[in-house]
């Protein structure tokens, strides 16, 4: 069975940093880009960052300079680096591989 799976959400303070993980299972990981995205309560599902296949980044300017994504096909998994976190980062994180999503990891940003 596809699926995607993230972990490595939690509690953190403002400036800290969490490091986000996306592991498939059940699919090729190699063909198409994987991207990540955030829902904040009472908001829309908005664009962080993506990686392609082969390797190319792009990042939302809210995040850019401060999050970094990065691919192990061999593991079947994409990281999401995130350092300088902000109060209004908190939100579920959800990883997009073609047609899957995964469940969502949450990250709140408070003191």
């Known amino acids: 069975q596809a699926q995607l799976v993230e972990s490595g959400g939690g509690l953190v303070q403002p400036g800290g940093s969490l490091n986000l993980t996306c592991a498939a299972s059940?699919?090729?990981?190699?063909?198409?880009?994987t991207t990540w995205y955030r829902q904040a309560p009472g908001k829309e599902r908005e664009f962080v960052a993506t990686?392609?296949?082969?390797?190319?980044?792009y990042y939302s300017d809210s995040v850019k300079g401060r999050v970094t994504i990065s691919r192990d096909n061999a593991r079947k998994t994409v990281y999401l680096e995130m350092n300088r976190l902000k109060p209004e980062g908190t939100a579920v994180y959800s990883c997009n591989y073609e047609i899957y999503w995964g469940q969502g990891t949450q990250v709140t940003v408070s003191s």
């Open positions: 990686i392609t296949k082969s390797g190319q980044t």
């Open positions: 059940g699919l090729t990981f190699d063909t198409y880009a």
